[in-house]
């Protein structure tokens, strides 16, 4: 099975720190994607990649950038968190048109 | 651009009953795919069930099984004689067929499972 793994599950940190979320899978996928998941909103595209150092701007992308050095991993970064960036975070994986596989989630407060 | 609706923010069953869950969407194009995923409390997003548009079967896993009704722009989940263990957020997603392979997201439906 695929398997995509967050690096933190939960993550407290202060208004104006940078903030990086880690995200790696091991199933060789082109696709990578980072979700915020707020209450009565469903999940909004932050950014996606389709490949290394490619990286394609999603519904919500300001505050936020990525980085995609290596296939395998796609970092999430808050430049400058705010406390509107309070929420679940969530990274994604996929192969052409089989959906996603998805990460535990990191929950962030920002404070 | 797609939009995905999920009209019903909460539902509650007893076990063993049967549920369905609506979801509408709304797109101009001809081919995609539709997905349910679930999320239980432990927040691990699982695929539930696959359809892709062009056929016209619906899909089934197990006691899971959907009502796609492409004219209609409908995707409906029934579960089956309902488990404590469905007990989770469901979400109802899209993607096109061709181009970038990004998911739109409905709101959710917290479907309780009650003993």
């Known amino acids: 099975d695929v398997k995509v793994t967050q690096s933190s599950r939960y993550l407290v940190k202060r208004t104006g720190e940078k903030v990086f979320l880690e995200c790696v899978q091991d199933?060789?996928?082109?696709?990578m994607f980072w979700y915020r998941q707020d209450p009565g909103l469903g999940l909004r595209l932050i950014y996606f990649?389709?490949?290394?150092?490619?990286?394609e701007k999603g519904d919500i992308p300001e505050g936020y950038s990525v980085s995609r050095e290596k296939k395998e991993r796609f970092s999430l970064i808050l430049e400058s968190a705010s406390t509107n960036q309070t929420s679940m975070y969530l990274c994604?994986?996929?192969?052409?048109?089989?959906?996603?596989?998805f990460g535990s989630g990191t929950r962030l407060t920002v404070v | 651009a797609q939009t995905v609706t999920q009209s019903q923010p909460e539902m509650s069953v007893q076990e063993a009953e049967t549920v369905t869950l609506s979801c509408t969407y709304d797109?101009?194009?001809?081919?995609?795919?539709l997905f349910w995923y679930k999320q239980p409390p432990s927040r691990q997003m699982i695929l539930v069930i696959r359809?892709?548009?062009?056929?016209?079967q619906n899909a089934t896993e197990n006691r899971f099984s959907v009502n796609f009704q492409k004219a209609a722009k409908s995707f409906s989940l029934k579960i089956s004689d309902s488990q404590l263990g469905d007990t989770a957020m469901y979400f109802c997603?899209?993607?096109?067929?061709?181009?970038?392979?990004?998911?739109?997201f409905g709101q959710g439906t917290r479907l309780t499972i009650n003993p």
């Open positions: 994604a994986s996929s192969s052409q048109g089989l959906g996603y596989t």
């Open positions: 199933m060789d996928h082109e696709n």
């Open positions: 990649s389709y490949d290394v150092k490619m990286k």
């Open positions: 797109t101009s194009e001809n081919n995609y795919y």
């Open positions: 359809q892709e548009a062009y056929k016209q």
């Open positions: 997603a899209f993607m096109k067929h061709e181009g970038a392979q990004k998911l739109v």
